[in-house]
T-cell receptor, first 116, second 114 residues
Framework: GENVEQHPSTLSVQEGDSAVIKCTYS??????FPWYKQELGKRPQLIID?????GEKKDQRIAVTLNKTAKHFSLHITETQPEDSAVYFC???????????????FGRGTQLTVWP | DTEVTQTPKHLVMGMTNKKSLKCEQH?????MYWYKQKAKKPPELMFV???????INESVPSRFSPECPNSSLLNLHLHALQPEDSALYLC?????????????FGPGTRLTVL
């Protein structure tokens, strides 16, 4: 199956600084890469995603880049705010054998802390 | 309705109890998922239903029994659980559009097994 590695496991930044979280995947068949933000005690919330036919996608302060050749993708958060503090999970979706379902393989998560 | 809902929010049960978790979505999604999440870990896939049929069972112990009565509802029946089964149980749904599906998560049920 797919193997998704995520780094760093913890990240502390000052408010206003940028934060970057990186993920690598192993299976070249993966074609969809979502990022989830999970605040303490809350549900994982999709914040941005990218598909394999796109190299970069931006939504206000959040951007994701994808390098299919190197099999890695990254989340970039600019002008961080204390409310960005949460655990961030990357994931890669690979078609499940014998079905049309995409199956998510998650990274281990990054605890982001933004200090005021 | 653009959300996945789950009930109850919290559940405490003994090892001999039988209980059920419920998940509902009204987005017309035809794939629904159960995940188990331990603290500070990513969600672990348990079951996937596609068009109300079980399509993936990740070798989950039989004390967890899923059920999909219709396209909007997903249940997880619990029986004879162990303390190590205590976790956040998340439901998710997706629209099935080829392989690139966006999964939307419910708020979860926090389960404690005594």
């Amino acid at each position: 199956g797919e193997n998704v590695e995520q780094h760093p496991s913890t990240l502390s930044v000052q408010e206003g600084d940028s934060a970057v979280i990186k993920c690598t995947y192993s299976d070249s068949a993966s074609n969809y890469f979502p990022w989830y933000k999970q605040e303490l005690g809350k549900r994982p919330q999709l914040i941005i995603d990218i598909r394999s036919n796109v190299g970069e996608k931006k939504d206000q302060r959040i951007a994701v880049t994808l390098n299919k050749t190197a099999k890695h993708f990254s989340l970039h958060i600019t002008e961080t705010q204390p409310e960005d503090s949460a655990v961030y999970f990357c994931a890669a979706s690979i078609p499940d054998r014998g079905s049309t379902l995409g199956r998510l393989y998650f990274g281990r998560g990054t605890q982001l802390t933004v200090w005021p | 309705d653009t959300e996945v809902t789950q009930t109850p929010k919290h559940l405490v049960m003994g090892m001999t109890n039988k209980k059920s978790l419920k998940c509902e979505q009204h987005m017309g999604h035809r794939a629904m998922y159960w995940y188990k999440q331990k603290a500070k870990k990513p969600p672990e896939l348990m079951f996937v239903y596609s068009y109300e049929k079980l399509s993936i069972n990740e070798s989950v112990p039989s004390r967890f029994s899923p059920e999909c009565p219709n396209s909007s509802l997903l249940n997880l029946h619990l029986h004879a659980l162990q303390p190590e089964d205590s976790a956040l149980y998340l439901c998710a749904s997706s629209p099935i559009q080829g392989a690139s599906d966006t999964q939307y998560f419910g708020p979860g049920t926090r389960l404690t097994v005594l």
